[in-house]
């Protein structure tokens, strides 16, 4: 349907943010239609799978997914099977999200918020570009078993596959690419080459796509190194293109030059413009159910569903705009609070949003 979106707000800091962003979409007074269903360890709760079918359904036949966030420790020691987080991996692989953009962005207001000093961050523009259906998270054969020979014979083992076929890799490459020719032209593609097979291939690839793009400088970086540089000179960076492991982690860190992981959303796309959108933090069971979540990031990925799954360019740089004005007006939920601003709960900060759009 051209204009449904399946709202799935799933456990943890999960209904909280969602509600602001849906709150935010509502004030826009625009034509979606807003179906939500449960996913994650409640919907395991309530059908015994954290992706129920009706939810998966209407996930797949919905234009744009707006998604929370799913996890609770006490839904840890499940069969992996039954774990929340097979929900958002099993809602990425079965509508072909390949394509993970992560952009870190440092309001210019929130150059005291970071952990890093002001002059490191401070006009900071990147955009991490994760491969989101391949890599060690989907590899097969995964498991554990008896080591049959070593030092370590008899004992029993666990193991994943880290592993990538051409395609995915030549897939997320254009994407990448494509966004870097409409940025700085610059795209650094992170691995562990001098390593994994794994990653040469992958360096491989990127290579002959490359000649496609000749307007785009390509460099490559190792993992350890780009964790270090991403800290060290994070604005010599542009676009970062690498795998699902690697990407997980270096948005995790690239959050925090923005001040928050509550402030990074993040789009995952398919091949026909389908996307889901979410924060690219996890449920916080630590701050769940006390008002007290940053609901900017999810904000946000509502604004880059409007962009990319509805083409509605206008909307979406409204409530970027209004996310910047809020910044500027001193309203702070407390992970990004600094003395001299206001510290405001979640709701308070959706209130904000929706007073300043214009
Ligand atoms: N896409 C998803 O649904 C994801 C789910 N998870 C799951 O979330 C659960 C918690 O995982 P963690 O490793 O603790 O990562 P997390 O991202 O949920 O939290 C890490 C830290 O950041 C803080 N934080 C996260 N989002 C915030 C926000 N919007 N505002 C203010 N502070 C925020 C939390 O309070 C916590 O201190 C686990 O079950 C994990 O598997 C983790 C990452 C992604
Ligand atoms: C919870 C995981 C499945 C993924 C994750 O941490 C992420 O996508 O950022
Ligand atoms: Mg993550």
Redesign the pocket.
Known sequence: MSNLVAVLPGDGIGEEIIEQAVRVLSALKLDLQLEKADVGGRAYDVYGHPLPEHTLALAKKAKAVLFGAV?DWKYDTLPREFRP?QA??GLRKNLGLFANLRPAILYPQLANASTLKPEIVSGLDILIVRELTGDVYFGTPRGNRRVEEGPFKGEQEGFDTMRYAETEVRRIAHIAFQAAQKRQKKLCSVDKANVLETSQFWRHIMLEVAQEYPDVTLTHMYIDNAAMQLVRAPKAFDVIVTGNLFG?IL?DEASMLTGSIGMLPSASLNASQQGLYEP?H?SAPDIAGKNLANPLATILSAAMMLRFSFQNEEAALRIEKAVAQVLEQGYRTPDIYEEGTTKVSTSEMGDAVIATLI
């Open positions: 996890g987080e958002i991996l997980d948005s690219s996890g």
